[in-house]
């Protein structure tokens, strides 16, 4: 079946530095991949949509300017998480979808900010 | 109200039990989603789906598309079962916020 990975699994960054996650659909095309974050004992919220080759669409209350996320490809979302600060610590994931109603999810990406 | 309700929010099981995971949402769907996460934190999607039933292993999926309703069943559980299980629903995902389920040895 389809299958969609994320880069890094978990990743430790010092506060102010930024972080780079990047969403790939493994063997299918993506025109459309979401980002999604889930704090603690929360449930996942879409921060984002992204879209190939245009600009994202954010959600209300998540910053463009502070979570940017590029769809250069059919097959890879990145979602950079500038100046990171402790409360930026959350897991994200992203999810992917085949042109169709198909929606495949990614593992997750663990952040911590220190 | 969510647009998306799982029951129930916690349930601990002693091994071998049959368990029910129930989902209900209040939006028009192309697909519904049941995903398992580890208390790492790492998501597994188990099943999508738009009708009926599906089937993995002992995992058992089904919907009514007219009731708005889903379920996750597991049989004969194992302690290895132990994760947290999110319903989602798309077109645009709504995620349920997820039932933790404990199976005891």
């Known amino acids: 079946g389809a299958v969609v990975s994320q880069h890094p699994s978990r990743v430790i960054c010092k506060s102010g530095t930024s972080v780079k996650i990047e969403c790939r659909s493994l063997?299918?095309?993506?025109?459309?991949m979401f980002w999604y974050r889930q704090f603690p004992k929360q449930s996942l919220m879409l921060m984002a949509t992204?879209?190939?080759?245009?600009?994202?669409?954010?959600e209300q209350g998540v910053e463009k300017d502070k979570f940017l996320i590029n769809h250069a490809s059919l097959t890879l979302s990145t979602l950079t998480v500038t100046s990171a600060h402790p409360e930026d610590s959350s897991f994200y994931i992203c999810?992917?979808?085949?042109?169709?109603?198909?929606?495949?999810f990614g593992p997750g990406t663990r952040l911590t900010v220190t | 109200k969510n647009e998306v309700e799982q029951s129930p929010q916690n349930l601990t099981a002693q091994e071998g039990e049959f368990i029910t995971i129930n989902c209900s949402y209040s939006?028009?769907?192309?697909?519904l989603h049941w995903l398992q996460q580890h208390p790492g934190g790492g998501i597994v999607s188990l099943f999508m789906l738009s009708s009926g039933k599906k089937k993995h292993g002992r995992l058992i999926a089904t919907i009514n598309i007219q009731e708005k309703h889903s379920s996750l069943h597991i049989t004969a559980s194992h302690p290895r079962d132990s994760a947290v299980y999110i319903c989602?629903?798309?077109?645009?995902?709504?995620f349920g916020k997820g039932t933790r389920l404990h199976i005891l040895p």
């Open positions: 989602a629903v798309s077109d645009k995902i709504i």
């Open positions: 939006v028009g769907i192309s697909a």
């Open positions: 999810s992917a979808n085949d042109m169709g109603y198909e929606q495949y």
């Open positions: 992204s879209n190939e080759g245009s600009k994202a669409t954010y």
């Open positions: 063997d299918f095309q993506a025109t459309t």
